[in-house]
Antibody, heavy 127, light 111 residues
Framework: QVQLVESGGGLVKPGGSLRLSCAASGFTFSDYYMSWIRQAPGKGLEWVSYISSSGSTIYYADSVKGRFTISRDNAKNSLYLQMNSLRAEDTAVYYC????????????????????WGQGTMVTVSS | QSVLTQPPSASGTPGQRVTISCSGSSSNIGSNTVNWYQQLPGTAPKLLIY???QRPSGVPDRFSGSKSGTSASLAISGLQSEDEADYYC????????????FGGGTKLTVL
């Protein structure tokens, strides 16, 4: 079945680094745009980053720009988030999500909705 | 402070119809479509409504979405106990360096 499984979360000290991974299965990963979204404990959802299917287009939220790097390996069906210079306010559950794509008989287009979510991986930044 | 504004809470009794509002601006809801997500306690969010009023397969038709100007609404009819969850609206934002924005979430309680 269609599935996303995140890994790589954990406890890290302020200023430290962590690399999150998201393994995709059950669909053609290379056809889909992907995103990372986070949720601080007891708080709402915050979009973090977005990458096109080929990796040629990337966006970041201002809160992580210059510190986080999104990437993907389509041969490995995997999405990554390299997080550097971590701060206490980066503490959150990090979800990878697939961007919903709608296809007609002749073409496909990406919506701005996230139709498949992983279970999330917790990142705690604390000394 | 979220870019999209939702009421923090809503409630209803089984069988009732409830609506959740989402208010934005011309750079997000006013010029882009709205999506809604349901997050049951302790689970990942789930896409409930996309493109303002479209339901993914498997989502009951008790859930419906609408948009007018810079506001959107999620309606749940025939409320059931399993609908108790957090609901989030979201939209693309055309402002410089802002891409996807979420509402702060509405906790729906089924009394």
């Amino acid at each position: 079945q269609v599935q996303l499984v995140e890994s790589g979360g954990g406890l890290v000290k302020p200023g430290g680094s962590l690399r999150l991974s998201c393994a995709a299965s059950g669909f053609t990963f290379s056809d889909y745009y992907m995103s990372w979204i986070r949720q601080a404990p007891g708080k709402g959802l915050e979009w973090v980053s977005y990458i096109s299917s080929s990796g040629s287009t990337i966006y970041y939220a201002d809160s992580v720009k210059g510190r986080f790097t999104i990437s993907r390996d389509n041969a490995k069906n995997s999405l990554y988030l390299q997080m550097n210079s971590l701060r206490a306010e980066d503490t959150a559950v990090y979800y990878c999500a697939r961007v919903k794509t709608i296809c007609s008989s002749t073409s496909c287009y990406q919506t701005d909705a996230f139709d498949i979510w992983g279970q999330g991986t917790m990142v705690t930044v604390s000394s | 402070q979220s870019v999209l504004t939702q009421p923090p809470s809503a409630s209803g009794t089984p069988g009732q119809r409830v609506t959740i509002s989402c208010s934005g601006s011309s750079s997000n809801i006013g010029s882009n479509t709205v999506n809604w997500y349901q997050q049951l306690p302790g689970t990942a969010p789930k896409l409930l409504i996309y493109s303002n009023n479209q339901r993914p397969s498997g989502v009951p038709d008790r859930f419906s979405g609408s948009k007018s100007g810079t506001s959107a609404s999620l309606a749940i009819s025939g409320l059931q106990s399993e609908d108790e969850a957090d609901y989030y609206c979201a939209a693309w934002d055309d402002s410089l360096n802002v891409h996807v924005v979420f509402g702060g979430g509405t906790k729906l309680t089924v009394l």
